[in-house]
C-alpha cells in the first residue's frame, strides 16, 4: 500500500519534472539566444538579470494589490494584509534593483580588468545562496507574516522595519553575499588591471556593504533606531547607489560610444565629489522630525539645496558631448531608456525632491503621499530605468551584437513598452501628488495630523478619486512590463546584421 | 528656528521650488546651448530663465518665510546657480582639451 | 589649448573626490556623536523611559516658537508605577512588537513608514480615545481586538487581528505614551491634544 502511494508520487513527480523540461525546452528553442557570445562572468551577470526581472514583476504585482486595498479596504483582508503587501512592494524594488547592479558589475568585471573572474564558481554558489534565501525570506513574508513581540521574530520572521524588513539571519546572509561579490571584485581587479573605476567601485562596495551593517541592530530608543535606519536608507539610495550608477554609466559609455577612460574617470571623480559632497550630509533632511538636534533642519535645508547640482552638471556635459560627438549608436532602446534615466532622475530626484524637502514645508508634506509621489518617480527615474537600459545592452551582446535600430523588426514593442512604464509611473507620481497634496492641507495643515483629520484628508473625494487613477496607472505600468519582458525575449531574433558593421557602413 | 508655510501659501511653495530646479536646469541648457551656437536668441532664453529662478527664489524666500541664516540658502541658490553651469562648462571644456575636436569655443 | 589645466586634470579630481567624501563623512560622524548623545533616553529631547508615569502633553511654546511635549504630574499607567527599569522592560516588549507585528508597513512612526493608517507619533496623546477616563481601556481592547473594535472614522479601513497578547498591548501603549514624549522640533503642527479644551 505504501509503497505503491510513494511510487505513485514519485511517478506524477517525474512526470511534472519532464513536463517543465521540454517547457524550458520549447522556450529555450523559442528565444533562441546562443550563450556562447556570452563570457563567464556576463553568463553569472544574466542569473542575475533574470533574477531581478522576476523580482520587477512581484514589485508591480504586489503593488497592484496594495494599491487595490486602498480602493477595496476589504478586499484580501487578514489573508493577505495592506503591510505584507506592501512590504513585499518595496522590498522587491530594493532586491531587484541590486540584483540589476550586481549584474552590471560582473558583466562589465572581465572586460574592464582583462582577466577571468578570480571566484566564478564561489560567484555562482553566492548567486543560488542569495536567491533561495530571497525566497525563503519572501514565502515567510507571504505564510507567517507577524510573530510575537520577542527577539526570534526578529531573527526569523521580520524585523519591521521599513525597506530593511529582511530578518537578521537574512540580513547576515546579505552581507556574506555581499563580500564574496566585493571579494570577487577586488581581487579580479588586482590580478587584472586596476582603474579608476576600479578604484570607485570598490570604496563604493565598502560603503555599501557597512551601511547595511548599520541597520541590523535592534534598539529600543526610537529615535536612534530611526537614525541608524536612515543611514542605510538615504546613504544607500541617494549617495553609494548613484555612485554605483555613475560607474557603470562610465564604463556603459567608454564601450558604447567610445569615449576615452581619461575624460571619462575625471569625470566619474567629479561625479562623485559632487554627489558624496552633497549627498552624505544631506541625510539632514530625513532629521528633521525624529527627535534629533534642531541644527539638523539647516543642515538639511541647506545640501538639500546643493542636491540637484549634479544634475545640473549633467545637463552641461550631456549638452558639451552632443556638440562635441556625432553620436553613433547601434541599440536605439538601450538609448532611449538612458535618456529616460536621465530625465526621470532629473524630475524625480531633482524637481519632486526639492518641491517638498524645506522643513518649512516637510513639516506638513511628511509623512503623507508626497513621500510615495516622490518614491515611485525617482526610484524609477532613477534606477529601474538605468537597469532596464542595461538589460537591453546585455541582450544585444547575447544576440551576438546584432543591430538593434530604427529599421530593425517590431521595435513598436520596446517603443510601446518605454512609452506604457514612464506613462505609467508618470501618471501613479501625479496621482499621488494630488493626494498627497490634499493631505498635507486637510489632514497636517487644517486638522493638526489627528486620527480624525488622517480619515477626513483619506475620506475626500479628491483623494478617492487619486487612488483610482493610481491604481489604472498601476495597471498601465504593468501591461508596460509585460511588453517589455516579450520584447527583452524577441528582440534582435533573427536580426543577421551586425552592430558595428552597419555603424561603419553609415 | 523655522516659520512654517502659512496654509495660503502652500501652493506657491511647492510650485516655486520647483520652478527653481527647472529654471535652474533649463538656464544651464541654454547656457551650455549658447556656447556651442552663437545664436544671440539662445543667450537670452538662457538669461530670461535665470531671472525666473531669481523671481522663483525670491518668491520661495517669501513664502517659505525665510529669516537671518536661512537667508544664506536663497543667496546659496542664486549664486550657486549662476555660476555652477559656467564653471561646469569649462570643465568640460579642459577636460576634453587634448582631444582634437572642434566646438565653437575653440573657433572662436 | 592642448594642455589640461591642474584644475581640470584627472588627478586634481582624484583628490578632490576623495577629501570631499573623507570631509562630508567625517562631519557626519561628528554629528552623529552628537546627536545620539543630545537623544539617548533621559535627555532633555527624548525622556527616560520612566515618563510613562508622567502626565504628557503636546502644546505652543511661544518662547521657543515651537509645539513641544509638556511633561508634568504624575498620571500613572495601568495604576501602577514604574520603576526606570521596569518602565524600560515594558516599552522595550511594546518596541519589540510594533516591529514584530509589522506596525510600519501600514502606520508611520515619527512620520516614517506607510500612509495606509494614520501616524502614531502622538497616537497616546490624540483625541480619538475620547477621554482620559477611557482612553487605556480602549487602546487595549483595539489593539487585542481591532475587528470588533474598529475606528475607521468611516473609511473601511480596519486594523487586522495580530494575535497581540494583553502583555504585548500594555507594552505597545507604554510604547506610545513614551514616543509622545519625544521633542519631534514641533511636528505635528497644530496637534489639538486629547486633553485640551474645546
Known sequence: MNTSGINGVIQKATALYETSQVCMNDFKSWVQLDSSHLSDGQRLAVKYFIVAVILFFAQILFGLLAATQFIFPGFLYEILDFSVNRMIHINAMIVWMLYGFIGCVYWFLEDESGTEIVGLKLGNIAFWVLTGAVTLVVLVYLLVQIGPGKDSSLWFINEGREYIEAPRWADIGIVIVMLIFFYNVVATFIKGKWSGIAGVLTLDLVALAGLYVAGMFYMTNITHEQYWWWWVIHLWVEATWEVLVGVIMAWSLMKLLGVRRKIIQTWLYIEVALMFGSGILGLGHHYFWIGTPEYWLTIGGFFSALEPIPLVAMVVHAVYDTGANAFKNSNHPALAWIIAQAFGNFFGAGVWGFMHTLPQINMFTHGTQWSASHGHLAFFGAYATINIAFFYLAIQHWRGDVWMGSDSQNTWRWKWALGLLNGGVLGMTIALLIAGYEQSFIERAVEGSTWGGYFTAQNHPSFQSAMVWRLFFGGVTFAGFVLLVWDLLTIGKGETRLAPEIIEMR | ?108 | MNEIPLWASETFWKKTAIWVTAGSFLVLVVLTMDSLSKTSAGSKRVPAYSVINKKIDYQYNKELHKFMPVISENELLFGKEYTEQEALQLVDLGKKTTQAKNCMNCHTLLGNGAYYAPDLTKAWLDKGWVSKEVREDMMMRFLMDPEKNARTFGSNRKMPNLNITEQEAKGIIAFLKWMSSIDTNGFPYNFKTINAEE
Open chain 2, 1 to 108: 528656528m523655522i516659520e512654517p508655510v502659512a496654509l495660503q501659501d502652500f501652493f506657491i511653495t511647492f510650485f516655486s521650488s520647483a520652478l527653481i530646479i527647472m529654471a535652474g536646469a533649463s538656464y544651464a541648457l541654454l547656457f551650455a546651448w549658447s556656447k556651442v551656437n552663437t545664436n544671440l536668441w539662445i543667450k537670452i532664453a538662457a538669461y530670461c530663465s535665470y531671472s525666473i529662478l531669481i523671481l522663483s527664489v525670491m518668491e520661495l524666500t517669501r513664502a517659505a518665510q525665510f529669516q537671518g541664516y536661512w537667508l544664506i540658502i536663497s543667496l546659496v541658490m542664486v549664486i550657486g546657480y549662476f555660476f555652477a553651469p559656467i564653471g561646469i562648462w569649462y570643465l568640460c571644456v579642459k577636460t576634453h582639451s587634448d582631444l582634437t575636436i572642434t566646438t565653437e569655443e575653440d573657433t572662436l
